[in-house]
C-alpha cells in the first residue's frame, strides 16, 4: 500500500483524496488550517469546498506537517501562486525519490515557470509529473466517469502516477509531454474566462464556439513554442480541458467571467465565486510569455486588458472582432 500526501483541502485536493483512496492507498489529506482539518474530520466532509461528498474514514486529515513526512507520493493542490512556498514548506519532508504530482493549473508568476519546475528547483531531490485533463472535483468526488493524463518526462514516473491514482471510474492515459499537459491546463483558464464573459453578455453559441477554437490556437501556439507536442493539444489536456471549463457550470473561471460580462467589477466577481480562479492569476503570465516567445495571442491580450487595466468587455469583443483580416492557418491569429 502507498502512502499519498495530498497538500491542500480544497476542492480539487478534497476529491482526489477521496479517489486515491478508492484505489486502495493509505491517503492523509493536509489542510493549511486547523479549524478547516477539525471541520473535515467531524463531518467526514469538506462542507466549504466540497459539499456533499463523504470522506472514508481511512483518509487521515491533518494541518501538521510532520504527519506527512515521508510519503511515497505528494499531490500538491494548492494554487498555484503558492507552489513555491508549499514547495519549500514541505522539502525537507520529501524522502530521495518520491514523486510529487502537480495538480494546480498555472504557471508561477514572477519566473514564468511550468509549476512542475518550480517543484524541481525547489526539491530536487523528487520525481515530478503533473495530473491534469477535464476533470472537475464536483464530479471527480462524486465517483463519476472522468478520463485524464498523467504526464512525466520520465515515462515510469507517469506510469507510477497512472497506477496509483487509476480505478474503474477514473481513466487515466499517460505522456512524456510535460511541458504540453501543463501549458494545456495553464491556458484553459484564461479562455474559460472569455467564454464566460460572451455567456455574460448574451452573444450565444456562436461566438462560445469561436473563442474555444481561436483560443485553442493560441495556447499550442505558445506551447510548441515552449517546446510541447503539437498533438498534445487535441488531447485530454488540451482540447478536453478547454471545452469542460469553457462550458459547465462546476467551472468557477467561465462563472467569473459571466460575473464581468454582465457588469460586475473583477473584485465582485471574485468574491462572489468564493474560490481561487486560475484565470485570474495567470493572465499576467500568459502575457508575458506570448511577448517573450513572440507569439500572437490577441484573445489573451485582451482578457489581460480587461483584468488588469480595466478595459471595458464590450469594446474587447469589439476590437477582437475587427482586427486585421487574415487567413485562417497563418501565423497570426
Not at 504527519?67 to 514541505?90: E, H, I, Y
Not at 508561477?108 to 515557470?113: D, I, V
Not at 459547465?248 to 462572489?272: D, P, Q, T
Not at 487567413?327 to 497570426?332: C, H, K, P, T
Request: charged share 25%.
Amino acid at each position: 500500500m502507498k502512502t499519498v500526501a495530498v497538500i491542500g483541502s480544497g476542492s480539487w485536493g478534497t476529491a482526489l483524496a477521496v479517489q486515491l483512496e478508492k484505489a486502495g492507498n493509505r491517503v492523509i489529506l493536509w489542510s493549511f488550517k486547523k479549524e478547516e482539518a477539525e471541520s473535515i474530520i467531524a463531518n467526514n466532509e469538506n462542507i466549504e469546498f466540497l459539499p456533499g461528498v463523504k470522506l472514508s474514514p481511512d483518509i487521515e486529515v491533518t494541518y501538521k506537517d510532520e504527519d506527512v513526512s515521508g510519503a511515497d507520493m505528494f499531490v500538491f493542490s494548492t494554487p498555484s501562486k503558492f507552489t513555491r512556498n508549499m514547495a519549500q514548506r514541505f522539502k525537507d519532508r520529501v524522502k530521495d525519490g518520491a514523486i510529487i504530482v502537480s495538480v494546480a493549473k498555472g504557471f508561477e508568476e514572477e519566473s514564468l515557470l511550468m509549476l512542475s519546475q518550480v517543484i524541481k528547483e525547489v526539491i530536487p531531490q523528487c520525481r515530478v509529473g503533473a495530473l491534469s485533463g477535464p476533470s472537475h472535483a464536483e464530479e471527480v468526488g462524486k465517483g463519476m466517469a472522468t478520463a485524464v493524463v498523467a504526464a512525466a518526462e520520465d515515462i515510469s514516473v507517469a506510469e507510477e502516477i497512472r497506477d496509483t491514482f487509476m480505478t474503474s471510474m477514473f481513466r487515466i492515459y499517460t505522456t512524456t509531454d510535460l511541458i504540453g499537459v501543463e501549458m494545456g491546463g495553464a491556458m484553459k483558464n484564461l479562455i474559460a474566462l472569455a467564454a464566460g464573459i460572451a455567456d455574460g453578455l448574451g452573444y450565444g453559441d456562436n461566438a462560445k464556439a469561436a473563442l474555444m477554437t481561436r483560443g485553442m490556437v493560441e495556447i499550442s501556439r505558445l506551447g510548441v513554442a515552449m517546446g510541447a507536442k503539437k498533438e498534445t493539444f487535441s488531447g485530454l489536456s488540451g482540447i478536453g480541458d478547454l471545452i469542460v471549463t469553457c462550458t459547465s457550470v462546476h467551472s468557477r473561471n467561465r462563472h467569473a467571467g459571466v460575473l464581468l460580462g454582465r457588469g460586475k467589477s473583477l473584485e465582485e466577481a471574485l468574491e462572489e465565486v468564493h474560490m481561487v480562479v486560475e484565470g485570474v492569476i495567470n493572465a499576467g503570465a500568459a502575457y508575458a510569455l506570448s511577448k517573450k516567445y513572440k507569439v500572437s495571442m490577441p484573445i489573451t491580450d485582451e482578457i489581460n486588458e480587461v483584468l488588469h487595466n480595466g478595459k471595458d468587455v464590450k469594446q474587447a469583443v469589439y476590437d477582437l472582432m475587427t482586427r486585421d483580416k487574415v487567413f485562417e492557418n497563418e501565423g497570426q491569429a
